[in-house]
């Protein structure tokens, strides 16, 4: 059985498809219960939140399952498969384990390091544990994301990246001014409403910017986040709303502008800048968006300052930020090794221990059968010689088991498992029985686990 992840993202994904993808509580519940139900995959949960959708699954066929899983995502999204199908990605085995461990450090979300999709990873755990589609693998796979994304917040910096890409990016434009002096009085657009976008306008806004213009695809959060950005006890800025439609006459009117959207296409072409621009005005543009919102070409522009995500990659490789987000990356990487292992060395447990009860089988057997042969032995002499047999067959088994569960933990070592059935002549039908035991009393302590431990 291998791992496989099947989603989509504010990466892969535009809003409107990921807007109309978003799964209901019931709709998760019911496509857990008919991926289980699917030939190809025996175990499965679900991570939804408002900028992905990702199913995880344990499968014992990768083309079946992608194939099988893609078809059911796209029926209880209610987005067409040959639409949806564009947007998906795909990852395997240690790639859909990277994968998990990547998104619980924050590092692909839209805001780098936020900490809120650590809850939202142990919600879907545990809504894999409730609809018992959560098993052995993905009840340690999840499990150790969790623990990977607290070592990577307590271990570095990575919960000041976001801030540290806003703060970097309005130092890039003011060009080695101080960003209150240069921000102050100036009006700036704000192009979407979601976290990274939230984020830039309140640190504006705390740098003393005159008026923010907050534009978005859906008025309602453009309306939130400038009530918020008003609010008594906040920042008090002088905020307003307008729709994308308005954009454009906007930027006649703003000094600087930010954007981060989840458009997988262009919000600001090189021409729509331009007409801008009439008068000799000057515009310092943020993009903050991947893929890029703001056409590449007004960097050609005469009066046009941009910044994007690259450029600040660039001039951010000495950068705090850079080092923290490095630290996380091989924080990643070391406990992927580690997952990898600790699933490989577990995967041979069952058949250890089937060898086990088959040694203490035999003990047993020739012991009866020794009894029938020395009738007159006493109860003290019975007990020594079983003690005896039981230790000589311990001892024999010790190294080779400690052994093998050792080589089966390094890369390759899937293969011991079978050498010993082999050798062993052992039942495999005894070894599956051992195994379903073995995921069986995982699932319920971790469901149990899950329930009583309180949120992220």
């Known amino acids: 059985m291998s791992l496989l992840v099947i989603g989509l993202s504010h990466r892969s994904a535009p809003v409107s498809v990921l807007d109309r993808a978003s799964l209901s509580p019931d709709s998760r519940i019911k496509l857990l219960q008919d991926v289980l139900a699917a030939e190809p995959a025996t175990e499965a949960a679900v991570?939804?939140?408002?900028n992905r959708v990702e199913l995880y699954a344990d499968v014992d066929k990768f083309h079946a399952g992608v194939a099988e899983l893609s078809t059911l995502l796209a029926r209880h999204s209610g987005v067409g498969l040959d639409e949806l199908t564009p947007y998906l990605y795909v990852h395997y085995e240690d790639r859909a384990v990277h994968h998990l461990f990547t998104v619980a450090c924050g590092l692909d979300s839209m805001v780098v390091g936020e900490g809120q999709i650590?809850?939202?990873?142990?919600?879907?755990?545990?809504g894999g544990?409730?609809?018992?589609?959560?098993?052995?693998?993905?009840?340690?796979?999840?499990?150790?994301?969790?623990?990977?994304?607290?070592?990577?917040?307590?271990?570095?910096?990575?919960?000041?990246?976001?801030?540290?890409?806003?703060?970097?990016?309005?130092?890039?434009?003011?060009?080695?001014?101080?960003?209150?002096?240069?921000?102050?009085?100036?009006?700036?657009?704000?192009?979407?409403?979601?976290s990274m976008s939230s984020l830039a306008a309140a640190t504006l806004a705390r740098a003393?910017?005159?008026?923010?213009?907050?534009?978005?695809?859906?008025?309602?959060?453009?309306?939130?986040?400038?009530?918020?950005?008003?609010?008594?006890?906040?920042?008090?800025?002088?905020?307003?709303?307008?729709?994308?439609?308005?954009?454009?006459?906007?930027?006649?009117?703003?000094?600087?502008?930010?954007?981060?959207?989840?458009?997988?296409?262009?919000?600001?072409?090189?021409?729509a800048v331009e007409a801008a621009l009439t008068g000799g005005r000057e515009l310092a543009l943020l993009d903050l968006a991947m893929p890029r919102d703001i056409d590449a070409a007004v960097h050609r522009l005469r009066g046009a300052r941009l910044i994007d995500i690259e450029s600040l990659a660039e001039?951010?490789?000495?950068?705090?930020?850079?080092?923290?987000?490095?630290?996380?990356?091989?924080?990643?990487?070391d406990e992927v090794a580690a997952f990898g292992a600790a699933q490989r060395a577990a995967h041979i447990t069952p058949t250890v221990v089937a060898l086990r009860a088959m040694a203490a089988s035999v003990v047993t057997s020739e012991i009866t059968r020794l009894e029938g042969r020395l009738p007159g032995l006493d109860e003290r002499q019975r007990a020594?010689?079983?003690?005896?047999?039981?230790?000589?067959?311990?001892?024999?088994?010790?190294?080779?088991?400690?052994?093998?569960?050792?080589?089966?933990?390094?890369?390759?070592?899937?293969?011991?498992?079978?050498?010993?059935?082999?050798?062993?002549?052992?039942?495999?039908?005894?070894?599956?029985?051992?195994?379903?035991?073995?995921?069986?009393?995982?699932?319920?302590?971790?469901?149990?686990?899950?329930?009583?431990?309180?949120?992220?």
């Open 47 to 50: 991570l939804a939140t408002c």
């Open 118 to 126: 650590l809850g939202q990873i142990k919600d879907a755990l545990a």
């Open 129 to 194: 544990q409730e609809s018992h589609t959560a098993g052995r693998l993905l009840n340690d796979l999840f499990q150790q994301a969790l623990r990977v994304g607290k070592r990577a917040h307590s271990e570095t910096g990575i919960d000041r990246a976001g801030q540290s890409l806003v703060t970097f990016g309005l130092e890039q434009l003011a060009a080695g001014a101080d960003v209150r002096a240069w921000v102050g009085g100036r009006r700036a657009l704000v192009i979407g409403a979601g």
């Open 208 to 271: 003393g910017v005159a008026e923010i213009v907050v534009a978005n695809r859906t008025a309602a959060r453009a309306d939130r986040l400038v009530t918020i950005l008003g609010e008594p006890g906040g920042t008090g800025v002088r905020a307003r709303a307008v729709d994308m439609g308005a954009v454009d006459a906007e930027l006649t009117r703003a000094d600087i502008v930010v954007s981060c959207t989840g458009a997988t296409g262009l919000v600001l072409t090189a021409d």
């Open 315 to 333: 001039a951010s490789a000495d950068a705090p930020m850079a080092a923290d987000v490095d630290q996380v990356k091989r924080i990643v990487n």
């Open 384 to 456: 020594e010689i079983t003690q005896t047999v039981r230790r000589v067959v311990d001892k024999l088994l010790h190294a080779p088991t400690v052994r093998v569960k050792q080589l089966a933990g390094e890369p390759g070592g899937a293969g011991y498992a079978d050498a010993l059935r082999e050798l062993f002549d052992l039942d495999p039908q005894t070894v599956a029985a051992v195994s379903r035991a073995d995921r069986n009393e995982v699932g319920d302590r971790t469901a149990v686990d899950v329930k009583n431990r309180g949120r992220v």
